[in-house]
């Protein structure tokens, strides 16, 4: 009996940080880290590890993911999403997506995650919501982040 090696995508190709830009920056009270190209199960640990290490000097953590360029996002990494936002709120902070892509968007409404994960449709609104506020002010779970979210689907 002869062995073979199969031959497909699934052992060929660019590898995880060809397939996964991360571009990270601090603006102010929150990091902004920007996602471009596939979260799969091969760049799941890759965006884990560097949202991770972005977000370590922030006590407590506030993460916006800007998903406006992510083209692909399978189960791990919606594994690795809820993670995160565990993780975030475990340690008294959060973490947002900004802009995220028309299929991105509805994965998360279908799943029922967009109850738990805000997701706004710019970066600036996603900023707004983590900077913090005086105590007794409007908290971060305002009626406008749904409401931009459904202007968004309709194209206004």
């Known amino acids: 009996m002869s062995s073979a090696v ?4 699934w052992n060929s190709g660019p590898g995880p940080q060809q397939r996964l830009q991360i571009r990270t920056g601090d603006r102010g009270c929150a ?21 991770r290490t972005a977000a370590e000097p922030l006590t407590p953590p506030r993460v916006v993911l800007d998903f406006d360029r992510v083209t692909f996002c399978d189960s791990s990494g919606l594994g690795t999403l809820v993670s995160m936002w565990k993780t975030a709120r475990a340690a008294g902070g959060d973490l947002l997506v900004a ?10 409404e279908r799943t029922g995650l967009e109850r738990h994960i805000t997701m706004t449709p710019t970066l600036d609104q996603a900023l707004t919501l983590l ?26």
Do not use: N, W
């Not at 990091?31 to 949202?51: N, P, S």
């Not at 802009?99 to 998360?108: A, K, M, Q, T, Y």
């Open 99 to 108: 802009r995220p892509p028309g299929i991105f968007r509805r994965i998360l």
């Open 131 to 156: 900077t913090p506020h005086p105590r007794g002010a409007p908290g971060r779970h305002s009626a406008f982040t749904r409401s931009s979210m459904a202007s968004r689907k309709d194209g206004s």
């Open 6 to 9: 199969l031959e497909g995508p």
């Open 31 to 51: 990091v902004v880290v920007h996602v471009e190209g596939e979260i799969d199960y091969t760049t799941a640990d890759l965006l884990r590890e560097r949202v």
